[in-house]
């Protein structure tokens, strides 16, 4: 058999070049490079307006959720909740970014760098310390950039959320209601200044619960209007 393919490839070179071109095209289309890239796992796990959920992303919050989940005992959570749950979150980052977004809310670098040295777990003998930083951040397996990046989202979603909760007030109704409330809390006071401080600590309660479902409110609102596409597969 070898001896007949070797006669044949002297007397008809380019009929055995073209058996291989066809077997090779063959081989990339079934096996090769066309089939090596529907056998890798799935980057991005969902996709919200322009912004994409990595699977590493969607995984990192998920063991957050689960671990919590543990510690709270929570036997009946299934483990369908769970991937729900992180994705409902980061689904919910996303949004809040493409609003950001919408407002050109950008985060500043000098912002950023308080932001970091602020932090208590980069802190030694109450100064920031670079070495520190940098060495915390390769216990948990991060880089600086990793982490800024990340560092920076989270304070571009808090500014946005901060600005939509400053816009909420208490109206007239609500105003009477921290009067009663406060009232019922300050029958055993003792001054004026124990009671203007219970009014004041009932009303930040009841404004902060009126901020909290306005913005649950609005991300509700966000998710009719900017394009969401969950990819439950590859959860």
Do not use: C
Not at 109 to 129: H, K, P, S, T, Y
Not at 217 to 226: D, H, P, S, T
Request: proline share 2%; aromatic share 8%.
């Amino acid at each position: 058999m070898i001896k007949l393919i070797r006669e044949g490839a002297r007397r008809y070179p380019w009929v055995l070049k073209t058996i291989m071109l066809v077997l090779a095209v063959t081989f990339m289309i079934g096996m090769g490079w066309f089939g090596y890239e529907t056998t890798q796992q799935p980057t991005i796990v969902a996709v919200v307006g322009s912004h994409e959920v990595e699977a590493r992303e969607f995984r990192r919050v998920y063991n957050t959720i689960s671990e919590n989940s543990r510690d709270q005992l929570e036997e009946d959570v299934t483990k369908e909740d769970l991937k729900q749950s992180a994705i409902q979150t980061v689904v919910g980052r996303k949004l809040w970014l493409e609003v950001a977004d919408g407002f050109e809310l950008n985060m500043h670098a000098n912002a950023l760098r308080r932001a970091i040295m602020g932090r208590e777990e980069f802190v030694q003998d109450g100064l920031f310390d670079p070495v520190f930083y940098h060495r915390f951040l390769a216990q948990n397996r991060a880089t600086p950039k990793q982490f800024e990046a990340q560092l920076a989202t989270s304070l571009r979603m808090q500014k946005i959320q901060a600005i939509l909760q400053d816009v909420v007030t208490l109206n007239q109704e609500e105003m009477e209601e921290v009067e009663l409330v406060a009232a019922r809390q300050a029958i055993e006071a003792e001054d004026e200044t124990e009671i203007e401080e219970i009014k004041t600590r009932t009303r930040l309660q009841i404004l902060s619960q009126k901020q909290r479902l306005a913005l649950l409110a609005f991300q509700n609102a966000m998710v009719r209007l900017i394009p969401v596409e969950i990819r439950n597969e590859f959860l």
